[in-house]
């Protein structure tokens, strides 16, 4: 069985420009200096060591001009479940290895990519909203394809990636929704990021980066996580993000000991998750 294991913490590392009074998506939305494609034999490696029964491959979306999405998909020997996963800003795979062996750990094949200008993806541009949305369809449109017709789809968001996340999952046909770290507004999450540097306020585009008008369409099953140490988006907003939620079956769960973004890599996450999992399994 795979082992939940200690990661480092994620820092965000947010531009220099962001003291402007109003702050746009480009600006808010971390970006790499350059593209650093995936080791794919380093975290197989990696997964390996860990207990990791299964294997992961490299996987690319096309987008405009040439450009394309990288990513990876880990199909795992024990599958009971597909996972699409989107990170949180600044999220990319070269850093996350222990965040993809969390997942792996839940039996899952796993399909993550980079998002626009991070990690192994390449930069394009303009960085909207609009475009963050169209990346994540066409990011589960193709990722789809490779899914087993037998498994239940699950749509696993973190922090700003709660956001693309949820509007998938209210878009396109799936079993289940996880979001962990999900916050109610743009500004109410910037301002407690103002530790980071965040100053000013969302403009009117980037304001629309969250998930609420999605769960008010969506209507499967729901799982809000939040960590008890989680100051940025605290249990209060999943609290609020229940209340107007149209899902059928919906549920949120406080992990013990976690900061932002780092419930799954706790273990009393799966006293939480894997029932809810189970159940879209029918088990």
């Not at 222990?98 to 394009?124: E, K, M, Y």
């Not at 899902?247 to 890599?265: C, F």
């Amino acid at each position: 069985m795979l082992r939940l294991v200690a990661i480092t913490v994620f820092t965000l590392s947010l531009p220099m420009d962001l003291c402007a009074k109003t702050m746009t998506t480009s600006q808010f939305i971390v970006q790499s200096n350059e593209v650093v494609l995936l080791d794919i034999d380093t975290i197989n490696t990696s997964l390996k060591k860990q207990g990791a029964e299964g294997k992961a491959h490299s996987v690319s979306v096309d987008r405009v001009n040439g450009a394309k999405l990288r990513g990876l998909r880990f199909e795992s020997d024990n599958a009971q479940r597909e996972i699409l996963f989107y990170p949180g800003n600044g999220m990319s795979l070269e850093r996350a290895h222990g965040l993809l062996r969390a997942l792996a750990a839940l039996n899952a094949n796993v399909t993550w990519f980079d998002p626009r200008g991070l990690g192994a993806s390449d930069a394009i541009h303009p960085i909207t909203v609009e475009n963050l949305k169209a990346d994540a369809l066409r990011v589960f449109d193709a990722a789809r394809k490779a899914f087993s017709a037998d498994l239940p789809v699950v749509i696993y968001g973190v922090s700003v990636g709660t956001s693309l996340a949820s509007y998938v999952a209210a878009h396109r046909n799936v079993e289940g929704l996880v979001l962990e770290g999900a916050y109610v507004s743009v500004s109410e999450l910037m301002a407690n990021l103002a530790h980071v540097g965040l100053d000013g306020d969302p403009s009117h585009e980037l304001s629309q980066l969250t998930p609420a008008p999605a769960l008010k369409r969506f209507e499967g099953p729901l799982l809000l996580l939040v960590g008890s140490q989680d100051d940025v988006t605290p249990a209060s907003f999943a609290s609020r993000l229940l209340t107007i939620a149209a899902s059928n079956y919906k549920q949120q769960a406080v992990i013990t000991a976690a900061p932002h973004a780092m419930a799954l890599t706790r273990p009393s996450v799966l006293d939480h998750l894997m029932p809810f999992l189970n159940r879209l399994s029918g088990k």
